[in-house]
């Protein structure tokens, strides 16, 4: 009789696993290709009409747009894989971590660089033209994938360096402590984190200050210039906990080490999806232009042209 209810239970638990995990994965997925669909739909308006690629404000924005695109897909891939082939090659897994990671690192130094772009043109408007140009803008957008390929680059010399040429055949569950796995790796990136997280947090509060005493000094639009500073900003707070991301995580396992499962689950959402969820927000539905051209995809207006 014991022998049977304690079958029961243990059944019951796995059924209970089994229904949380698809839970889990149902909501992450789900809202990873709802914003994957949102942001495909401003990178198409952004090609379509070249009003969008002659503004660097814009172009700025798309960058992050596509940055978010391919983070979210790398984690819908990653999450689809592991709860079906669960295990990957150990060189695909590296390819595929190394883009989400440089992707990842990307976004908070863009929303620096748009920070700085919005700085020029409320507080030096006649230079804005000279100094924000579009070849400028790429150029920026080139350095800001430089920096993040030499900030992640090391960890697969280093694996390179130190591992079997059988390790990189072998398949493994694909997270970035099992693929790369010298263990003065998570040093270096929590120093690299750390001196960006710095530098982008100095470069956020100086020119947010600026920004809110030119706003206060303004005598039109003032509130409206208000709102939109503090939406920026907090999408730049949001987005700057990528650099905290292990750090959080490590703390939470240390206070609740039985709930890592829901401990990871919780930082992916508030950390890797929110702040995605935040970005069409912010230009998609606030921005005039881009409001008038999303009203035309979702509502599905007749019009054919679109006054601007």
């Given at each position: 009789?014991?022998?049977?209810?304690?079958?029961?239970?243990?059944?019951?638990?796995?059924?209970?696993?089994?229904?949380?995990?698809?839970?889990?994965?149902?909501?992450?997925?789900?809202?990873?290709?709802?914003?994957?669909?949102?942001n495909s739909v401003l990178?198409?308006?952004?090609?379509?009409?070249?009003?969008?690629?002659?503004?660097?404000?814009?172009?700025?924005?798309?960058?992050?747009?596509?940055?978010?695109?391919?983070?979210?897909?790398?984690?819908?891939?990653?999450?689809?894989?592991?709860?079906t082939i669960f295990t990957?090659?150990?060189?695909?897994?590296?390819?595929?971590?190394?883009?989400?990671?440089?992707?990842?690192?990307?976004?908070?130094?863009?929303?620096?660089?748009?920070?700085?772009?919005?700085?020029?043109?409320?507080?030096?408007?006649?230079?804005?033209?000279?100094?924000?140009?579009?070849?400028?803008?790429?150029?920026?957008?080139?350095?800001?994938?430089?920096?993040?390929?030499?900030?992640?680059?090391?960890?697969?010399?280093?694996?390179?360096?130190?591992?079997?040429?059988?390790?990189?055949?072998?398949?493994?569950?694909?997270?970035?402590?099992?693929?790369?796995?010298?263990?003065?790796?998570?040093?270096?990136?929590?120093?690299?984190?750390?001196?960006?997280?710095?530098?982008?947090?100095?470069?956020?509060?100086?020119?947010?200050?600026?920004?809110?005493?030119?706003?206060?000094?303004?005598?039109?639009?003032?509130?409206?210039?208000?709102?939109?500073?503090?939406?920026?900003?907090?999408?730049?707070?949001?987005?700057?906990?990528?650099?905290?991301?292990?750090?959080?995580?490590?703390?939470?396992?240390?206070?609740?080490?039985?709930?890592?499962?829901?401990?990871?689950?919780?930082?992916?959402?508030?950390?890797?999806?929110?702040?995605?969820?935040?970005?069409?927000?912010?230009?998609?539905?606030?921005?005039?232009?881009?409001?008038?051209?999303?009203?035309?995809?979702?509502?599905?207006?007749k019009n054919n042209q679109?006054?601007?």
């Open positions: 009789m014991n022998v049977q209810t304690g079958s029961s239970n243990s059944t019951s638990a796995v059924a209970f696993d089994v229904a949380d995990a698809v839970l889990k994965n149902v909501i992450t997925v789900g809202l990873c290709i709802s914003i994957i669909c949102i990178v198409h308006i952004f090609v379509q009409h070249e009003t969008f690629s002659l503004n660097p404000r814009y172009i700025l924005y798309i960058h992050l747009v596509i940055n978010d695109i391919i983070v979210l897909t790398m984690l819908t891939l990653l999450y689809m894989l592991s709860y990957l090659n150990v060189s695909l897994c590296m390819v595929l971590i190394i883009l989400a990671i440089c992707t990842n690192i990307n976004n908070p130094m863009t929303l620096a660089i748009m920070a700085i772009e919005c700085y020029v043109a409320v507080c030096f408007p006649l230079h804005h033209s000279r100094v924000c140009t579009v070849k400028k803008t790429y150029i920026i957008i080139a350095f800001i994938w430089l920096s993040s390929l030499l900030t992640n680059l090391p960890d697969v010399f280093v694996s390179l360096a130190v591992e079997s040429s059988e390790f990189f055949h072998l398949r493994v569950f694909c997270l970035r402590n099992t693929v790369f796995r010298h263990p003065a790796l998570p040093q270096k990136r929590d120093i690299s984190y750390a001196v960006l997280l710095v530098i982008v947090c100095l470069t956020l509060l100086y020119i947010y200050c600026k920004i809110l005493l030119a706003a206060q000094s303004a005598s039109t639009d003032v509130k409206k210039a208000r709102k939109t500073i503090l939406l920026h900003s907090f999408q730049l707070m949001l987005s700057l906990l990528t650099y905290l991301n292990n750090v959080v995580e490590a703390g939470l396992k240390h206070l609740f080490p039985n709930s890592i499962v829901i401990i990871r689950f919780f930082i992916t959402i508030l950390i890797t999806i929110i702040p995605r969820l935040v970005s069409p927000l912010v230009y998609g539905l606030r921005d005039k232009m881009f409001r008038k051209y999303l009203k035309y995809y979702f509502l599905c207006m679109i006054d601007i």
